[in-house]
């Protein structure tokens, strides 16, 4: 059975886009990113991925199959479904959630089989920490500060959570650090 | 010369303090922290701190003669001087700085010679960075969620503020992260 990894890539300041939803500034160089041997053994283990709306709509929602990392069962969660179907291919499948976020994980992880789901997108992992539905963070963190924006530490219940750290990874400007949660 | 390094440890969520003034949850082995290499290293390398007046009187002030891990100068930042005088050691002694940030470091620096100053507490950490007074910060990244409480990354001019990594150092649950502050 593969693993609920949550988390995203943080300025020091604890913020994933900044005021405008720019997330620019967090990823400088996308390509490079893709390249590192870190994200490639993410793409490996990742068997389905569960994104809120918001993140599924910040792009071209067609442009997912040439350009997302991860050619795998997509699960958005949402209260609409939207009519206009998304393109979709053999892989990349996406399906709309509307049942809440325990129904969209339980769908991601039969989908993904042994493999993991990761968490995209701030309330998305906020929602999966605070039902308990999460096995692991996944924390990058930028040297940049972006002063304002959207947080990912916020509408947690902090106390309920314990993390332990597993391990640290550093790529370029980035410092990665994937947590386990251990309540 | 030696450079100005500011940086305080820091829950995953980015508090410096719980919102009871509790630091507890970011230090839960002092003995063993100051064993480490890193601290070791700190303490060599460290010819003065520059500290708010708050920090100072966290503890009682004529503790630090014996259990502060910085036997160095300390200049305080406060609008008034106290009556009562700290007791000193010939290493340790206290200064109180009524003239503002720039005048504190400046001090320090004197005092620290070709050894480093650092800085403690999140508003002498926030004056200074804002006063471009800041060589390098050092962050300490502890795996806990406070929920709330003090933060270090508030009221700084965060365009104004360019970081470059320089180092990471993991120590048991602590991951530190060094940056450069460029501009």
Redesign the interface.
């Given at each position: 059975m593969g693993k609920v990894v949550g988390g995203m890539t943080l300025s020091?300041?604890?913020f994933v886009s900044d005021p405008h939803g720019d997330v620019s500034r967090l990823y400088p160089d996308l390509g490079e990113l893709r390249n590192t041997e870190m994200l490639q053994e993410e793409i490996r283990t990742t068997g389905a991925v569960v994104m809120g709306r918001n993140s599924y709509y910040m792009g071209d929602p067609d442009s997912y199959l040439d350009d997302y990392e991860f050619q795998v069962p997509i699960f958005v969660l949402t209260h609409h479904v939207p009519e206009k179907k998304p393109k979709q291919t053999k892989t990349l499948t996406v399906t709309f959630v509307t049942e809440g976020v325990a129904r969209a994980v339980a769908e991601a992880k039969a989908a993904a089989g042994d493999k993991n789901v990761i968490l995209i997108g701030a309330s998305t992992n906020q929602q999966c920490i605070n039902a308990g539905l999460c096995d692991e963070l996944h924390?990058g963190?930028m040297?940049?500060?972006?002063?304002?924006g959207l947080?990912l530490?916020e509408h947690?219940?902090?106390?309920r959570?314990?993390?332990?750290?597993i391990r640290?990874f550093?790529s370029g400007?980035r410092?990665d650090?994937w947590?386990r949660v251990v309540r």
């Open positions: 020091l300041d604890g924390i963190i040297p940049v500060l972006l002063g304002d947080r530490f947690i219940d902090a106390a959570l314990a993390l332990e750290k640290v550093e400007a410092t650090i947590f």
